[in-house]
DNA sequence: CCACATACCTAGTAATGCTAGGTATGGATG
DNA sequence: CATCCATACCTAGCATTACTAGGTATGTGG
């Protein structure tokens, strides 16, 4: 469960470039490590919740070998977001860890 | 938001010893560094579901001079599920860097 | 040809933290 | 002594959100 976390987590997916909905889903599976091995009914209604809020934008692709895709891109809104939520985590993960702590890093 | 998190900190909050509801607020507050202001109406139902649980027992103290308390402390069960919790943050919170980053510390 | 992976979608559900209200007592302040 | 605030407890209902469980359709490999 990524609750409140899953947005963020979409929008950074998505950092290093435009993609459609399955291979959002197949990064995030591959960069956490087959930790967050999300279903689809889990980033397709995500990534139209972020569409929605301008924080992405997306257009259909039919190439002439191939299904259609719908491609995702970040935003200005969408990189502003992302930036504002890498701060929010790394706030939120430092109080978490003080409690639940083991993971002291320097300053 | 602690989404899914909060469970566990209030477990983390009883760790050091027993205490009542109003005192774990106060204690979060310290702990999480201002972080985590949290309103009563999310502490107490969370004290209530985890009693139900098994993973706190509470019992009425009504000192001679003082008010009536509810104080909680950690059941067996409770100590070894904020054990599960820690590893499950431990995961979540390292697989959740992978994409917002910027915290690396040694292995 | 048939199964499977790819690729999209949505309605409804369950969980959960929070809002907004309520009650009551003790201590401090004027 | 009256008033206010901090303490201390509680609950009903709300909003959000991730997920379940279904559906559609196309390309590819056996």
Not at 58 to 80: F, H, M, N
Not at 101 to 106: E, V
């Amino acid at each position: 469960m990524l609750k409140g976390h899953l947005d963020a987590i979409v929008l950074a997916a998505l950092e290093a470039g435009p993609a459609h909905g399955y291979a959002v889903i197949e990064t995030i599976r591959a960069r956490s490590g087959q930790t967050f091995d999300l279903p689809e009914g889990t980033i397709y209604p995500a990534l139209h919740r972020l569409e929605q809020a301008g924080l992405l934008s997306s257009s259909w692709t039919t190439p002439p070998s191939g299904r259609r895709r719908r491609v995702y891109s970040l935003t200005k809104a969408g990189a502003a977001a992302l930036a504002r939520r890498r701060k929010d985590w790394t706030r939120f993960a430092g109080a978490v860890d003080s409690f639940l702590g083991g993971r002291a890093w320097p300053a």
